[in-house]
């Protein structure tokens, strides 16, 4: 196994064209070919209530929902082929999210049992689920993402894609310019120079 050091990571909304857009342009192809060289965390955008430890998610409680269901999918599947894989499939249709047949297609289709997500969302009534996304949600925060999709990479901002476009994307934003970044961090990490 590849020493592991370079965090990248994405800052979504489950149900957001943005995020989708994103993870299929930019997130997934990158992690197919570099998965093995940094830590990829999946971290999500909302807003934290006070009163109940709850979270408000910008496209309402279903948006919540599809966003535990992918916490819940890297907690539960941590090699994140099995989990980009499953959300990407998740986010392809989010209109859908959080349809039973959607969820059990998906999870079919990249080797998730749909009984360890369900009892994932639903353990202690649903507060680990909560907890998950409590967490995600306070991450985002304290790296100071705002935007879905932001992704980060050696904790900075790497790129953005935003209404459509990709926005302070200084050293490109195609998979390959992302894919060339980790590599040079990857390798300057193992004190190896060209």
């Known amino acids: 196994m590849a020493w592991r050091l370079w965090q990248l990571t994405g ?13 299929q342009k930019l997130v997934v192809p990158t992690m197919a070919k570099a998965s093995d060289k940094v830590d990829f965390r999946l971290s999500f955008i909302g807003t934290k209530t ?8 910008k496209h309402g409680q279903t948006e919540c929902l ?4 992918m916490l819940c999918a890297a907690a539960e599947y941590p090699d994140p082929k099995l989990y980009l894989g499953f959300s990407n499939c998740l986010i392809n249709d989010y209109q859908e999210i959080p349809n039973k047949s959607l969820i059990e297609d998906c999870a079919l289709e990249h080797g998730l049992d749909f009984d360890t997500l369900n009892h ?30 932001t992704v980060r990479l050696n ?39 060209y």
């Open 155 to 193: 904790e900075k901002i790497r790129c953005v894609y935003d209404d459509g476009e990709w926005k302070d994307c200084d050293d490109g934003s195609k998979p390959a310019d992302l894919i060339r970044d980790i590599d040079r961090l990857y390798d300057e990490a193992q004190g190896w120079t």
């Open 120 to 149: 994932c969302m639903s353990k202690d009534t649903g507060a680990y689920g909560m907890g998950l996304l409590r967490d995600s949600v306070q991450h985002s925060s304290d790296v100071g993402v705002t935007t879905s999709c």
């Open 66 to 69: 599809g966003n535990i269901l």
């Open 50 to 57: 006070n009163n109940d430890d709850g979270v408000l998610c």
């Open 11 to 23: 800052g979504n909304r489950s149900k957001c064209p943005d995020a989708r857009d994103c993870l």
